[in-house]
């Protein structure tokens, strides 16, 4: 590709789920995307869907941006998609910003 940026497609279902409750395809894939890299691009549409930070999709999209990694560890780019990012209220823009600001901290 143009960006010579490693691509993936992952929906936000599947992030949603728990490992056990996946075809092994997606574990793979998921196991996969978990190896820091610093030439990848995570991509996120309707990412409305990750404003609550207690949910098993949010805690699955931090882990791939490796938000909670230590310093040094790669990071991937990450580009955050969605329609309705103040569906109700400042406080669903502000999680979904969190989202990016541990990863670029």
């Not at 409750?21 to 610093?38: A, C, F, I, M, Y």
């Not at 941006?65 to 955050?80: I, R």
Request: aromatic fraction near 4%.
């Amino acid at each position: 590709n143009v960006f010579d940026l490693s691509v993936e497609i992952v929906t936000h279902g599947v992030l949603r789920r728990e490992d056990a409750h996946l075809s092994r395809d997606n574990v793979q894939l998921l196991q996969q995307l978990r190896t820091p890299r610093e030439d990848r691009l995570i991509i996120v549409d309707e990412c409305h869907h990750f404003r609550r930070l207690d949910t098993q999709g949010c805690m699955s999209l931090k882990e791939l941006l490796h938000s909670d990694a230590p310093v040094g560890t790669p990071k991937p780019f990450a580009l955050l998609l969605t329609a309705t990012p103040v569906s109700v209220g400042l406080k669903n823009l502000n999680a979904l910003l969190d989202l990016i600001e541990e990863v670029w901290a």
